[in-house]
């Protein structure tokens, strides 16, 4: 299969903002494309090489890239340079100056689907003295043997930002479009859900069609996508909800971890699936003590503690645990943590997510013997909202967020990668101001003024909303950030940065700059109201106005653990505007 075939498809993808038309353009393709390459034209079309959960990714640096695109095109450094400060997109500045050249004395050999990820693997896998330069050397080899528009998705998916706009449900959408039918997307997304391979998934279906994707099972070593919960602001409520009687588990103020155990060797797993094993050594050492079984998939919250006390400590103290790559026992030492298991995904082989809430915990009691660094998550069964409260201030008192309900209903299934009403959240009583946080995605900025002369002034903040796939702003967010923050902001969003608005954001304000949807930040603000000027939740309450954030601020707490698509709902603001007692009819 040549290169060429998947850029045509990138081309026709990148002249549309349609999710509809994107499906059917993905669709075509997929079942024009050899199954047995389809799994790298899925991964490339993710902007990546391999699944999310292994650890060697792309994301060649810009210099490095703009190197070899002078290189290769004998255009020379500086011209290369000055164009990227004007187009800020390697690949446009790699489609201009390879299209400058007459194209026939560029041809080598054919590029193949094959050899360009061949060659984007080496790339990725360069290390040690004189990587950069072979890096250099392999980059500019290929893009030698590429036509500009292949140049142009070369140096985009070589530096992690492909622009495409397709989102991961998008390619599920066009896989079973492809190779079975809508009515069967949703087999094809569990698939996803529990392997958290969409290569797999593709190249499963292409081969085996819908039978083989549905054998996709948990499977330890291949971290399966959160279950998630919806939040409601009362005891009666969720109680009306669950049926009269559910599981009320501390809710913990940490980072989500889901562990791998396998012949006594454990792995763990971010909430986004970045292997985090190295920077817990203690939780590894801790599981291995106390999960009794020879392979299982459990989840918990790991949680920072002040060892002389036993009291928890604020989240930001696990923070510092996270991408270390040095002083890593130091960092135990200085920042000791304790995960508090909660869900068992797997046991001996045997696949729990379709068995109810209860057998997976008793599942879980079976095999973990509780100590100092790994415990049980605390849960009752309750049926009153008396019973309910009471808890609840215990596990304030206790430092905890206050509580997740869970279902205990036959239908109780661990839904990989779902939100739904199975979990509900119990954080706060949501009265006419607003008390609990909420997490953010940035969309956009605007350029600062007086002593943020230079600098973002403010952040324009949205919603998801999964029904449409869409970002839905919210708020301007200028407060809370300190001057150090304010001064990294720029670079921590420099790769996020585009040239228009990203066509799946929903915003009736035009930002100074716009970002791929992707930061998320914890905010916290007075109440929520109605605005003209906001998407969020458009039309709910009244045809002219949406949902707002009034007075928000930055906590200083920046979800690194969650992604775009991860941030707060739009319907659960919509829930928590509902639960004020001061609103607007």
Known sequence: ????????????????????????????????????????????????????????????????????????????????????????????????????????????????????????????????????????????????????????????????????????????????????????????????????????????????????????????????????????????????????????????????????????????????????????????????????????????????????TGEFLPFQEVSHRRGRKYGVHEAVEDYPVKLFLFDCILKDGEDLTDKPFLERRAALTSIVVPDETVALSEIRLLSSPAEVQAFFQEAIRDGCEGLMAKSVAENSVYRAGNRGFLWIKYKKEYRSEMTDTVDLVVVGAFAGRGKRRGLYGALLMATYDPATDTFQTVSKLGSGFDDATLAALPEMLANDRLAARHHLVDSKMEADFWFQPRLVLEVRGAEITLSPIHTCCFGAIRPDAGLAIRFPRFTGRFREDKEGRDATTSQEILAMYQAQLKRVE
Not at 56 to 62: F, I, P, R, S, Y
Not at 71 to 92: N, T, Y
Not at 185 to 193: H, L, Q, S
């Open 1 to 308: 299969m040549l290169f060429r075939e998947l850029v045509d498809t990138y081309e026709r993808l990148e002249a549309t903002s349609s999710r509809l038309e994107m499906t059917e353009i993905l669709a075509e393709a997929f079942r024009r494309f050899d199954p047995a390459e389809i799994r790298m034209a899925v991964y490339l079309t993710q902007g990546q090489l391999y699944p999310d959960f292994v650890p060697l990714k792309l994301g060649m640096a810009d210099k490095l890239a703009l190197k070899a695109i002078a290189f290769a095109s004998g255009a020379g450094e500086p011209l290369v340079q000055e164009l990227m400060r004007k187009e800020g997109d390697p690949g446009l500045v790699a489609y201009i100056v390879f299209q400058s050249k007459k194209q026939t004395t560029l041809f080598s050999e054919p590029l193949t689907l094959k050899r360009a990820y061949e060659t984007l693997e080496a790339i990725a896998r360069a290390e040690g003295g004189g990587s950069q330069e072979h890096k250099v050397k392999l980059l500019a080899k290929l893009l030698s043997d590429a036509s500009p528009s292949e140049a142009k998705f070369l140096s985009r998916v070589i530096t992690g930002r492909m622009r495409l706009g397709v989102s991961t449900m998008t390619i599920v959408d066009a896989l079973a479009v492809a190779f079975a039918s809508k009515e069967d997307r949703d087999a094809v997304e569990r698939a996803f859900n529990v392997s958290s391979d969409l290569g797999l998934v593709a190249e499963t279906l292409a081969l085996h069609g819908l039978e083989g994707v549905k054998g996709i099972r948990v499977q330890v070593n291949r971290p399966l996508r959160a279950m998630l919960a919806e939040r409601m602001s009362s005891p009666e409520e969720i109680l009306e909800r669950m049926g009269g009687r559910c599981a009320f588990e501390y809710k913990y103020d940490g980072v989500r971890l889901q562990a791998h155990i396998c012949d006594g060797e454990v792995r763990l797993f971010s909430r986004k699936l970045d292997e985090l094993t190295a920077q817990f050594p203690d939780v590894v050492a801790g599981l291995k003590r106390a999960v009794h079984a020879r392979s299982a998939i459990v989840e918990g919250e790991c949680v920072p503690v002040d060892t002389n």
